[in-house]
């Protein structure tokens, strides 16, 4: 007996020898279940965090690390070699004022990439929205969010951005 599961890009194989007695066809059926059951409770999204300032990466780095696989990126730069050395992130967060690259070069390579432009990007940034909001939904920014920033209105758009990308 074999079971095949697909779970995003992964593949899971299962391959059983189940003799003629219905006792082991259920204990291996409850097996299969039970490894299922793991596989899909410990996913976790991943989010690639950029920010050039390591107070405010690390205070959002655990911010953000109960509920998802973080990776961190001082500039856009370190950002773009992370991402060829990871799967695709469910979500990208970059500050826009870096040194190396800035935000906006980085939004704009993702967002021209055929591999990486289907990832939302959120922008965590100390400049006036005012200023900048209209430019950075024209590249496709999902969410802006001010210095000062609150936390808990973070993590529901997370949720919900990555709810509604699934």
């Not at 999204?45 to 509920?67: A, F, Q």
């Not at 940034?125 to 939904?137: A, C, K, R, S, V």
């Amino acid at each position: 007996m074999s079971a095949r599961f697909y779970l995003k890009k992964r593949i899971f194989d299962y391959h059983v020898v189940v003799a003629n007695s219905s006792i082991l066809t259920l204990i291996t059926i409850f097996l299969i279940n039970v490894c299922m059951l793991f596989t899909f409770t410990t996913y976790k999204p991943s989010i690639l965090l950029v920010e050039d300032n390591k107070y405010l990466r690390r205070l959002l780095y655990n911010i953000l690390e109960g509920k998802y696989k973080v990776y961190t990126a001082e500039n856009g730069l370190d950002a773009l070699l992370i991402l060829k050395q990871i799967a695709a992130p469910s979500l990208i967060i970059t500050d826009l004022i870096m040194p190396e690259m800035d935000g906006y070069e980085l939004i704009k390579n993702i967002k021209s990439s055929g591999f990486y432009k289907h990832i939302p990007v959120f922008v965590i940034t100390g400049n006036e929205l005012d200023q900048i909001q209209e430019g950075l939904e024209s590249l496709g920014v999902k969410s802006i969010f001010s210095k000062p920033f609150n936390p808990q209105k973070l993590l529901e758009q997370i949720h919900v951005q990555l709810v509604n990308n699934a």
